[in-house]
């Protein structure tokens, strides 16, 4: 049975939460994505915490932001714990009890078990479907966009399946792209965007209102 068919209708989270969101954050890179969330929690717009943060590298500069932010971290090196590589993310997590997964420019895949299926959450730097797919992340998705000549990009946040960047949608953000912007000019545009759609979509999960109805993901009223 697909995770759709068992969430039809129902919020993919709590109804109603007495505590803040648990948060789980996996990064490979800088980690601001990771600092710019804990930015919203720390300035009461996210009722959330993040009790854990996962790193796929033990070079990622996002270890010592996370540090400097008093976040846990615990590094998972892909390139040690290939074997055994999402059991030993899952492990973190779990020890966390996480109620919401946040991949923030995480670049490995990941394969979670089914308890975890509806409660994690993806940011991709482009409209998805477009520029979307293995291989697309980073400067690369933006190198793209420029050279399909499209006007617009933009970013989505998705929910994770197990198929690279083809889970539900949740916020789109558009932005314009410019004749004579540079890889560096379109990544900061659609950064600033992701800096709003992130937040927001963990916001909705938090208040119960993020739904799937006939296969498609619905932002919903709050529950009374």
């Given at each position: 049975m697909d995770f759709r068919d068992s969430l039809q209708g129902k919020p993919l989270t709590m109804e109603s939460s007495v505590r803040p969101l648990r948060l789980g954050i996996l990064f490979s890179g800088g980690g601001r994505t990771l600092e710019n969330i804990e930015e919203r929690i720390r300035s009461g717009?996210?009722?959330?915490?993040?009790?854990?943060?996962?790193?796929?590298?033990?070079?990622?500069?996002?270890?010592?932001?996370?540090?400097?932010?008093?976040?846990?971290?615990?590094?998972?090196?892909?390139?040690?714990?290939?074997?055994?590589?999402?059991?030993?993310?899952?492990q973190a997590l779990d020890e966390a009890q996480v109620d919401l997964v946040c991949l923030a420019g995480f670049l490995k895949l990941y394969s979670f078990p089914p308890r975890y299926e509806g409660r994690i959450l993806n940011i991709h730097p482009s409209l998805l479907p477009a520029f979307g797919g293995k291989g697309f992340y980073g400067d690369?998705?933006?190198?793209?966009?420029?050279?399909?000549?499209?006007?617009?990009?933009?970013?989505?946040?998705?929910?994770?399946?197990?198929?690279?960047?083809?889970?539900?949608?949740?916020?789109?953000?558009?932005?314009p792209v410019h004749p004579k912007d540079s890889v560096h000019d379109l990544a900061a545009r659609v950064f600033g965007e992701e800096c709003i759609a992130y937040p927001e979509a963990i916001r909705i999960f938090a208040e119960g209102r993020l739904r799937i109805l006939d296969g498609k993901p619905r932002v919903c009223e709050p529950m009374t």
């Open positions: 717009s996210l009722p959330a915490r993040i009790v854990v943060s996962v790193s796929s590298s033990a070079k990622a500069g996002g270890i010592e932001r996370a540090r400097r932010l008093g976040i846990p971290c615990k590094v998972v090196d892909f390139s040690v714990h290939s074997w055994t590589f999402s059991e030993d993310v899952t690369r998705v933006h190198e793209a966009v420029l050279k399909s000549g499209a006007q617009f990009s933009g970013c989505t946040v998705h929910v994770v399946t197990a198929r690279y960047d083809e889970g539900p949608l949740v916020i789109q953000r558009v932005v």
